[in-house]
C-alpha cells in the first residue's frame, strides 16, 4: 500500500470536520503516510477463517432497571454550553438560506 | 521521616490513630506542591480550598467516632480525564479549557466516599493520546529523576506528582500503557486492573473497547488499596464487570512467588531494547527463580502485530468518540460569527481545539474506517485482536503470569520524539497486547539502567481478572528488591 497523498489527506479532514492550514496538510500528509505504511503490516497475518474481536468482553445486551432516577437540571446541562439561550443551545445556521 | 515520604497506609494509620490530622497531611502535600511543581508541571490545577475542606470532613468524621476506610484522609492526584463537578476538567486540551462537568466520574465519587483528599487534576496528553505529556495543550510535566526527561505518558502528570512526593497517590487510565509506562519509567508502581474491572463513567473516552482506570503509588500495597477502593461493578458502564473485585489487597500482602509458573515472553527482546534495561530484566528474571519461582520462556507470535492493530483500533475508536466535540454543547466554539454554517464552526473550532497528535489520530481512524479501506485495516486489526486474545488463553494453560520489560528503553529526553508519531508509539510496544486482550497487567519498579541511572520498569500480565496475581508477583519483587536496596527504589531518586 503506497503512502497517502495530499488530496487525500484533504479528503480526510473534511470527513473529520478539521479545518486544516496548507502548512498541516503537507505535514500531515507526511507523517500519515509512514504512519499507515506501518500499521499495513496487519495484512501480514493470514487471518482468514480468524473471527474479529470489535471487543475484549463477550458481553451483550447489558440491561438494567427501568427505574427513574435523578437527573440534570437544565442550568446544570447548560453549564458549559458555548452559547445558551433561553433554557437552549444556540447554534449556527445549519441550513443553507434560501 | 516526614509526612510527605510516608506511604499512604501509613498516613491512613496515622490519621486513623488520631497522630496526625488529615488537614496537617494535605498541608504538608499543598506545601510541596507549593514548593516543587512549578519544576516539576504535575499539576493542571491545584484545588487547596477543596482539598482542606475534604480533610477537615475526614477529621470530623473521625473525631464523632466514625469507623474510617482503609485510605480516609489521603491525598490523591487525579488525572483530568476523570470529570469533577468542583475542578476543571481539560483532558489537557485547549478544546475543553475551563470546563466543569455537571456530574462526577464514578472513581471520583467512589475516591470522594472512601475519604481520599483531591488535592488537584494532573496533566496528560491531549485525550491521552501520547506517551510523554509533551501533547498536552498545556506545556509537558517533567520526570523528578532528570527534569529533562519527560516523565512518561499519557498519564505522566500522575507519575510525575507521585515521583515528586507531591501526592502518595494518583489515578491515570490505561488504554495502550498510559499507566504503566509512565509508572516505569518514574520508578512507580502503576496498574491497568482487567478491562471492565474499573468504571470508565465519566472518563473522558478515548477509545471505549480498551480504556481502563488504574492506580499509581510508590509501593505495590498502597496501589492494590486504591484499586480496592476505586474498581468493582457499576451499573453507569455497561462494559463493567459485574464480578467482585479480584483480591488485590490480600494478594499484595501475601508477596509470594513459592511455586508460580512464570512466562518470559519471547517476542518482547532484543533490537530496539536498551540494553540496561534488558540487564535489569534478567535480572528480575533470576531474582523470581530464586525465590521459588519456575521461569519458562513463552512464545506469543502475534504480538508482534500488537502494535500495528492497536494503532488502527484505538485512532478508529477516537475519531468517532471525539465526534462530540462538536463546538455545539460544551466547550470552545470558534468563528460564530452570524455568518458561518454549524459544519464551518465546527471545522475551524476543531482545528483550533485539538493539537497535532489528536489530529493525526482521527484522521487515520477515518481512514482504517472508510468503505474501501475498512477490511483490510479495521477489519484485519480486529482480526488480529482475537489471536492475540489466544495467544494469552494459550500461554496462560502453561504459566501463571507472563513478564516483559515494561518499557524498551528508559524516559527519553523531552523534545526527542515529540514531531516523531512512528518514535513516540514504540513506548507502547510492551503494553499493548493487554489492553487488546482485556488482561490484568502491572509495571513495579525493577532497578535502575546502567548506561542512564533512569528507573526501569518489569511487566507482570495476568489472565483477565487474575489482578491479584499481578499484585502477589509485585509484591514478592519489591520485597526482595528492599533487602537488596535497603529501602526503596524511589530512595534513590536526585533530590532537586
Redesign the interface.
Known sequence: ?SA?TRD??AH??????????ED?LD??AA??G???E????????A?DD????????P?TN?F?PDERQPS?TPD??L?????PEENR?R????L?EE | MTLIHKSAAELAALIASGEVSAVEVSRAHLDRIAEVDEQVGAFLHVAEDAALAQARAVDARRAAGEELGPLAGVPIAHKDVFATTDMPTTCGSKILEG?????DATVTRRLREAGLVILGKTNMDEFAMGSSTENSAFGPSRNPWDLSRVPGGSSGGSSAAVAAFEAPLSTGTDTGGSIRQPAAVTGLVGMKPT??GSSRYGVVAFAS??DTPGPFARNVLDAALLHAVFSGHD?RD??S?DAPVPPVVEAARQASVEGLRVGVVNEFSGEGYQPGVLARFHEACALLEEFGAKVVEVSCP?FR?AM??Y??IAPSEC?SNL?RF????????VG?D?T?????????T??AG?G?EV??R???G???L?SGYYD??Y?????????I?RDFTAAFEQVDVLISPTTPTTAFPIGERADD??AMYLADLCTIPAN???NAAISVPCGLADEDGMPVGLQIMAP?LGDDRCYRVGAALEAAYRDRWGGSLLEKAPAF
Open positions: 500500500m497517502i487525500e489527506v480526510l479532514a473534511r470527513l473529520s470536520r478539521l479545518a486544516l492550514t498541516e505535514h500531515f507523517q500519515l509512514v504512519i499507515l506501518s500499521v499495513a503490516r496487519v495484512s501480514e497475518v487471518a480468524i473471527p474479529p474481536s470489535s471487543h475484549a468482553l458481553l447489558v438494567r440534570l446544570q446541562a453549564a458549559g454550553a458555548p452559547a443551545f447554534v449556527p445556521r445549519i443553507e | 470546563w466543569r462537568p455537571p456530574y478491562y471492565g473497547s480498551l451499573p455497561s462494559t464487570i502475534s502485530y500495528p492493530a494503532y488502527l475519531s465526534a462538536d463546538a455545539m454543547r460544551f466547550g470552545l466554539r460564530d452570524g458561518r454554517s454549524a459544519e464551518e464552526v465546527m471545522a475551524l476543531r482545528a485539538f497535532p489530529k493525526r482521527i484522521m487515520i477515518t481512514y482504517a472508510s483490510a485495516y477489519g484485519q486489526a480486529q482480526k488480529v485482536r482475537t489471536l486474545t508519531p512512528m487488546l486482550a482485556g483477565v
